[in-house]
């Protein structure tokens, strides 16, 4: 009888997904479906800090990021999401993620807002203003599987980054904008004319990352293309577990 050879065991990656609010059961499905090679993807809904002990990464979904952070301070998940960060694991904050993910927000709520940091930009919450409820943008980035093939990026109520502070140590690299046609209309001619439109505007840009931390701030889980998924697992994810 031929000896059975075992398998190897696969590399199971934990990949958490902050699920307090939002639209984290969005990500769920598609990280469900994503291939990942040789590695399997096991999917921690995070709740309270035990959860997120578990995570190799973690994602932030969509919502309100005001809610979002008070429900994190109840669950006393504040501090080690904090940590979570500081200690250079995956993160990546979509939307209302995207601002949490931010070292400064303009635009928050009286009071302030509590932020998690990480990500050297700033931001302003719903920065399109307030009748630009949602919007949707062809998405183009080198660093996609089939670049080609333009992403459909769900803007809803989103952030805008205002600007970018890359140090030596810590470059940002800009992943995708918005192209210059798609722009919505804000009122504010230096965006809307094309002409004029500085292609370096940091405003227009929509998803970048800082080492191991990647914001967007479109909903890349409210459409069924999983290529910002699979971009954060290989460029984040993945090489952070070989180290
Ligand atoms: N779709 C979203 O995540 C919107 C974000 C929301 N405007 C906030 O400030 O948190």
Same mark, same amino acid.
Request: glycine letters at 22%; charged letters at 30%; hydrophobic letters at 30%.
């Given at each position: 009888m031929a000896e059975r050879i075992p398998k190897p065991p696969e590399d199971v990656v934990t990949i958490g997904i902050l699920a307090l609010q939002g639209a984290f059961a969005e990500h769920q499905v598609i990280l469900k479906k994503l291939p990942m =090679?040789?590695? $399997?993807?096991?999917? &921690? #809904?995070?709740?309270?800090?035990?959860d997120l002990q578990r995570c190799d990464a973690l994602i932030i979904p969509g919502g309100e990021s005001t809610t979002i952070a008070l429900l994190a301070r109840l669950a006393g998940l504040l501090e080690p999401l904090r940590d979570f960060i500081r200690r250079q694991r995956p993160v990546w904050g979509t939307c209302a993620g995207a601002i949490l993910l931010s070292e400064r927000a303009? =635009?928050?709520? $009286?009071?302030?807002? &509590? #932020?998690?940091?990480?990500?050297n930009i700033s931001i302003a919450r719903n920065g399109w203003g307030s009748q630009i409820e949602s919007f949707e943008a062809?998405?183009?980035s080198d660093d996609l599987k089939e670049a080609d093939r333009p992403f459909t990026g769900v803007f809803i109520r989103a952030p805008v980054i205002l600007s970018v502070s890359p140090t030596p140590e810590h470059p940002i690299q800009i992943i995708s904008r918005l192209p210059a046609d798609h722009l919505p209309r804000t009122g504010d001619p230096a965006l809307e004319e094309e002409d004029d439109t500085d292609p370096r505007d940091p405003r227009t840009i929509v998803a970048l990352r800082q080492g191991r931390h990647m914001v967007t701030t479109f909903h890349p889980e409210l459409t069924n293309d999983n290529r910002f998924h699979e971009y954060f697992l290989r460029e984040c994810v993945l090489p952070s577990l070989r180290q």
């Open positions: =090679g040789g590695h $399997k993807i096991k999917i &921690e #809904l995070v709740r309270v800090p035990d303009e =635009g928050t709520k $009286k009071g302030g807002q &509590e #932020l998690l940091g990480g990500v062809p998405l183009l």
